[in-house]
């Protein structure tokens, strides 16, 4: 049976959140955060003093907390880095399952006090590292698997916000968790949410790795299909009627930007992948015409010749680049898919190749024009860059269930705690 989430947004009852499952009444207990957890010393091991694959005594680095690890750590199925021979930390409190570990700093306030709650360590050893702080519910008030979760809660990272000390680098200390509270329901009430976002969030594992297989699909096809002999070569040139790079209009000048006609930068390729339909920038009339910039149209090819050296999109806007990026009006329109396909594979296959070095490593527009594409004969080429589309298709999909999955996880974060 379906059991249905209540709404607590008009109950006057205080200290409850607003959503919660049915059957639990009553108000939260509202702890202070130094007052629930017992926080331990870390070490200050870093990267080079850490490896992976030994059976040594293991350490949580911050940097897997920002980027690696769920929020829920297993390690039945996790990794963590082992400390190195002869690095071994002369005091250390060993974690236990339940305990938390958050990250100190981060140059982003919503990544201050990250946190991550071991969950299962496996009879394992493990240690908390350089930038972590080690928090551990002695008094028992709360079930394996809460803690993560109300710690991620907005809820929570609102009051880390106001009182995370920097300029560049926020950061906390044990001392902010003085001044920072968290809600505690009854262990039956924690166990309930828990379970509910630890499914979640497994579900969003699954979906990543969905996601992961499908790209290593797409990989290994390209890999085959360009690898066999081809009917013929030509020279990229030769299959379009216009191509060169853009150009950047004089920064210091205001009125050559923030007008009507988009600007691509490599973020915005990096964000939308093979289509690119908006900018984060844009210039004015006055700008186009004040620098080498020009209006490329839509639906050409347009490659990266510095930064992200050989990264490839298609406009599906009239677009203007800078002069590390070459457009490229196809002859024929039909080769689009297939060329931006190949030409993909040629990044990660042969790019390196052709990298001038200097302050950073990049290509010139004559290497692009003279990059040869193999040739399978029309049919052939329609149908390599149609299979490669159809994976395409389903990783779009996927990563729309994917955002989806998230977008639940953080409404529920938003709703679930106090």
């Known amino acids: 049976m379906t059991t249905m989430a209540i709404d607590n947004k008009d109950k006057k009852v205080l200290n409850v959140p607003h959503l919660r499952f049915p059957k639990f009444s009553g108000e939260w207990e509202i702890c202070k955060v130094s007052e ?6 870390t070490n200050s091991l870093s990267w080079e003093q850490l490896e992976y694959g030994e059976k040594a005594m293991m350490n949580l680095h ?54 991550i709650e071991l ?41 880390i916000r106001r009182i995370a000390q920097g300029t560049k680098i926020y950061s906390i200390s044990t001392k902010n968790f003085s001044e920072c509270y968290v809600g505690i329901p009854s262990k039956a009430e924690q166990t309930k949410i828990a379970t509910l976002l630890r499914l979640i969030d497994e579900r969003i594992a699954t979906q990543n790795k969905i996601i992961e297989d499908l790209k290593k699909l797409k990989s290994a096809i390209s890999k085959q299909v360009f690898a066999q002999e081809p009917n013929g070569w030509s020279r990229l040139d030769t299959l379009f009627s216009k191509g060169k790079a853009g150009g950047t209009p004089t920064s210091t000048n205001k009125e050559y930007y923030n007008g009507e006609i988009p600007f691509l930068s490599i973020n915005d390729i990096t964000k939308q992948g093979k289509y690119v339909r908006y900018t984060e920038n844009h210039l004015s009339q006055s700008g186009l015409e004040n620098s080498s910039a020009w209006v490329v149209p839509k639906y050409s090819l347009i490659m990266s010749m510095y930064a992200s050296v050989g990264l490839v999109t298609i406009n599906e806007i009239p677009i203007t680049t800078s002069q590390a ?45 003279g990059i040869m594409i193999p040739t399978y004969g029309h049919s052939r080429n329609m149908e390599i860059a149609s299979t490669l589309q159809d994976i395409d298709v389903k990783i779009d999909n996927e990563l729309s269930v994917l955002k989806l999955f998230n977008r639940q996880k953080n409404y529920l974060l938003s709703q679930m705690f106090i």
């Open 325 to 369: 990026m070459f457009a490229m009006q196809l002859k024929d329109k039909d080769l689009l898919d297939y060329l931006y396909y190949y030409l993909s594979y040629f990044k990660y296959r042969h790019i390196h190749k052709y990298l001038e070095t200097g302050t950073q490593s990049n290509i010139n527009a004559d290497i692009v024009r």
């Open 62 to 115: 911050y940097g897997l907390i920002h980027v690696g690890l769920p929020t829920m750590v297993d390690l039945r199925r996790d990794k963590l880095p082992n400390v190195k021979e002869g690095n071994m930390p002369k005091n250390f409190e060993l974690c236990k399952e339940g305990d938390v570990a958050f990250a100190d700093a981060s140059e982003d306030t919503n990544e201050v006090a990250k946190v």
């Open 36 to 41: 629930l957890l017992d926080f331990y010393s």
């Open 119 to 159: 969950f299962n360590l496996d009879n394992k050893d493990i240690v908390c590292g350089l930038h972590t702080i080690h928090g551990r519910d002695n008094k028992n008030k709360t079930v394996v698997g809460f803690k993560g979760y109300a710690f991620s809660s907005s809820a929570f990272h609102n009051q």
